[in-house]
């Protein structure tokens, strides 16, 4: 999340009528949001060229504490979007055609990144889990109020979770989908928000989910240029 920078400008001392001029500051440029889409060890992957529609950027992270350290953070996930881009936080998620990409980094158990615990292995569920998570701030119901929609997002959070946790019980489908021309198995579920589905792809795992797309006429591939989601 990029920021400017304003500040007040110092008034100056007048002498005989003159004036003094002050220029103005100018605001900080913002970030590149490339940048650590660039900086991950690990390919991204989008929709592959069957979609002919809109491509975007969503953001891209680091697992663990959120605590500033003295080491940069390797990255370990990232999503792209397709079609119509999410709505703001203030917006109510009624409606909508997207599809959004989650890719997430094979990484081992290790060291969170401020010393304080362990972080888990990456899995397939962790790819559910993201992308669970990603649909649900994508789409609650419109008609919440504020009060009760943090109950709302607490107890579908919660239940997410349990279900990315256990992908081969019966809250999920197989579904075989084309990586890269190849056909791979993953793990589906639809309800009432969306759609959610993960499996695996050479050197990542791959989450997604959407609305109004539907996801048996969908691929993925390895995105060669990433600048086809800046509008570059």
Known sequence: ?????SGAVGAGTAQAGAQV???????APPADPLAPYLAADFPWYGLDDGWTGRRWLLQAGAAGSTRPTAQPRA???GSVGHGEELPMQHQARNGGRFAV??????RPGRRSADGTGML?????????WLAGSGLL????????DRALRQDWLDQ?????WDLADDLAGPGWSPLTLPVNGLPQPFRYRESAYGWVLAGEAPGVLIGA???????YGIGFSTIPDLTAYTGR
């Open 1 to 5: 999340m990029d920021a400017t920078s």
């Open 21 to 27: 001029e002050v220029p103005a500051r100018r605001a």
């Open 75 to 77: 990255i370990d996930y």
């Open 101 to 106: 990409v989650v890719t997430v980094a094979r």
């Open 120 to 128: 888990e292995a990456t899995s397939a569920s962790s790819a559910a």
């Open 137 to 144: 701030a994508a789409a609650w119901p419109g008609q919440l």
């Open 156 to 160: 579908q959070s919660a239940l997410a």
């Open 209 to 215: 989910y959407g609305r109004g797309v539907s996801a």
